[in-house]
């Protein structure tokens, strides 16, 4: 499981109740920032770091986005009044803990020092330079265990990660934040496998809904996948009961796929399994 420094919960939380954990880190702040960040982790129990570098910059969106409080005071509280009003069930749970919901971001804390909020580590994240990959090799190194590299989608940026010494890359585009236009990941995915070539794991982030989606990913070369919306739905809907109803379906829907496909065993899938239209997988960087 992997946990973010953006969380809502410390690593000291959630390495306690599980205990494969790993830690999600952001390139935010100084090298001597990061290295203390990263050592709470390995102090916490934190099995492995992933170093998330699919989400580069920032930019509105002409959508628009959901009003995020920055904090729960009275003037936030008048302002949700009526949507908490219309979820008695929820608003009766929350009364009952008898505590306002912090919102701050407790494992980017600094030693000595109090919480930031979201948009104070937000800010902090936007003004701080992007890494290099030298940056990456060292963080790396000061790590000395499980790495994962997370927003790779080119074959030459794959090559680069495995050359930085990383233990496993995913294949993510961070859900098409930055550009939404970038291909989806699952067309990416075999060239980047067979670039690879078992040199190192290679995981799957983005698109997946179903088990479906997840026997395709591992059909066609992912050794594992990651899921981030799929359980968050379960999560806002039931609670730790609703996560668990996700990883069920997500369970039944892969035990039918491969049930489907003649097979008993995810070991067993094979890019044969997949019926891949001419021109859907892309070939990026070679």
Not at 21 to 37: A, I, P
Not at 229 to 246: I, M, S
């Amino acid at each position: 499981m992997g946990l973010s420094s953006f969380a809502s919960r410390s690593i000291e939380d959630v390495a306690a109740v599980n205990s494969q954990t790993f830690f999600q880190m952001y390139w935010v702040g100084t090298r001597d920032v990061l290295v203390q960040r990263m050592e709470r982790a390995r102090a916490a129990g934190a099995k492995g770091l992933i170093m998330t570098l699919d989400w580069s910059f920032s930019n509105g969106r002409d959508w628009g986005s959901p009003s995020i409080p920055d904090k729960i005071d009275l003037k936030t509280a008048v302002k949700f009044a009526p949507e908490v009003l219309m979820r008695p069930g929820w608003l009766y749970r929350f009364g009952k803990t008898g505590k306002i919901p912090d919102l701050t971001t407790p494992n980017l804390t600094p030693p000595g020092g109090t919480a930031p909020t979201f948009f104070g580590a937000y800010g902090e994240w936007m003004q701080t330079p992007l890494p290099t990959w030298e940056d990456v090799a060292w963080l790396r190194e000061q790590w000395g265990g499980p790495f994962m590299l997370k927003g790779i989608e080119r074959i030459d940026d794959a090559k680069r990660a495995i050359d930085a010494g990383v233990s496993a890359i995913s294949v993510s585009n961070h859900g098409g934040n930055n550009l939404d236009g970038t291909p989806a990941t699952i067309r990416t995915l075999p060239a980047v496998a067979r670039a690879v070539n078992g040199q190192v794991e290679v995981l799957l982030d983005g698109g997946i809904r179903r088990g479906g989606d997840v026997v395709k990913a591992l059909a066609l070369g992912a050794d594992a996948v990651l899921i981030g919306r799929a359980y968050l739905w379960g999560l806002a809907a039931n609670g730790q009961a609703g996560v668990e109803n996700v990883l069920d379906i997500l369970r039944g829907g892969i035990d039918s796929a491969i049930l489907g496909l003649g097979h008993s065993s995810v070991k067993e899938l094979s890019p044969a399994d997949v019926v891949v239209p001419p021109g859907f997988t892309r070939t990026l960087g070679e």
